[in-house]
């Protein structure tokens, strides 16, 4: 069973960063489409970027040119760094591998709170 979780959230001025990691267990993240998505209170869950199988990504509007995905394949694990935070990124933050058009299923971690305050 492949499992997914994150870590990394906290606290941080507006300006500041923080890097994100998603955890992959259970297979190699490359088998699946690895995405990062984010909820804020009162809001539809949003996507933030993903790393596609071939290593390629792609990023929202909202945070493209801030934030970068990469893979870690020692580690078997996805980090989502974020730079130039603003107040409008806090949210709980989610990770999910995804390769349901291959039959390998679509798993979610938990989620990783986000706080940007001053």
């Known amino acids: 069973q492949v499992q997914v979780a994150e870590s990394g959230g906290g606290s941080v001025q507006p300006g500041g960063s923080l890097r994100l990691s998603c955890a992959v267990s259970?297979?190699?993240?490359?088998?699946?489409?690895v995405g990062w998505y984010r909820e804020a209170p009162g809001k539809q869950r949003e996507f933030v970027g993903a790393?596609?199988?071939?290593?390629?990504?792609n990023y929202g509007d909202s945070v493209r040119g801030r934030f970068t995905i990469s893979g870690d394949s020692d580690k078997n694990t996805v980090y989502l760094q974020m730079n130039r935070l603003k107040l409008e990124d806090t949210a709980v933050y989610y990770c999910?591998?995804?390769?349901?058009?291959?039959?390998?299923?679509?798993?979610w971690g938990q989620g990783t709170q986000v706080t940007v305050s001053s």
């Open positions: 999910n591998a995804d390769a349901r058009w291959l039959g390998r299923g679509d798993f």
């Open positions: 790393i596609h199988m071939g290593g390629s990504t």
């Open positions: 259970g297979s190699s993240f490359s088998n699946y489409r």
